[in-house]
Nanobody
Framework: QVQLVESGGRLVQSGESLRLSCAGSGRTFRVYAMGWFRQAPGKEREFVACISQSGGTYYASSVKERFAISRDNAKSTVYLQMDSLKPEDTAVYYC??????????????????WGQGTQVTVSS
C-alpha cells in the first residue's frame, strides 16, 4: 500500500508557474506508475499527466508543453511543474498511483491510491 499527500497548491496569477508535490509513504513507491489528475468545479475529474516506473511521461493535450511531471524515488515524491498557468487550470489537483502507466491513464476508478488533493487557483 502507499499513502499519498499533495502539497504546493495556492493562488497564482495567469502566466505564473507553480510546482506541486506528492509525497508517498512506504518503500514500495518506486513500483508504482504515478499520475496527476484535476477536478474543476462542476466538472469531472480528468487526467493531467503520468510518469511510469522507468520515467516515461505522458500528458493530456491541454497541458502538454506547459506542464512537466517528474519523480524522485529516493524521496518517494512525484512532482508536477506547471508553467504558463491559465485560469482554466484552476482545479483541485490529485495524485494517484497505479501498477502501470496504462492503468493510470485508463479508467481512474480502478486506481486504489489517491491523495487528498491540493487547490490551484489561477486568476486572470
Amino acid at each position: 500500500q502507499v499513502q499519498l499527500v499533495e502539497s504546493g497548491g495556492r493562488l497564482v496569477q495567469s502566466g505564473e508557474s507553480l510546482r506541486l508535490s506528492c509525497a508517498g509513504s512506504g518503500r514500495t513507491f518506486r513500483v508504482y506508475a504515478m499520475g496527476w489528475f484535476r477536478q474543476a468545479p462542476g466538472k469531472e475529474r480528468e487526467f493531467v499527466a503520468c510518469i511510469s516506473q522507468s520515467g516515461g511521461t505522458y500528458y493530456a493535450s491541454s497541458v502538454k508543453e506547459r506542464f512537466a511531471i517528474s519523480r524522485d524515488n529516493a524521496k518517494s515524491t512525484v512532482y508536477l511543474q506547471m508553467d504558463s498557468l491559465k485560469p482554466e487550470d484552476t482545479a483541485v489537483y490529485y495524485c494517484a498511483a497505479g501498477l502501470t502507466a496504462a492503468r493510470v491513464m485508463g479508467d481512474m476508478k480502478t486506481l486504489a491510491y489517491w491523495g487528498q488533493g491540493t487547490q490551484v487557483t489561477v486568476s486572470s
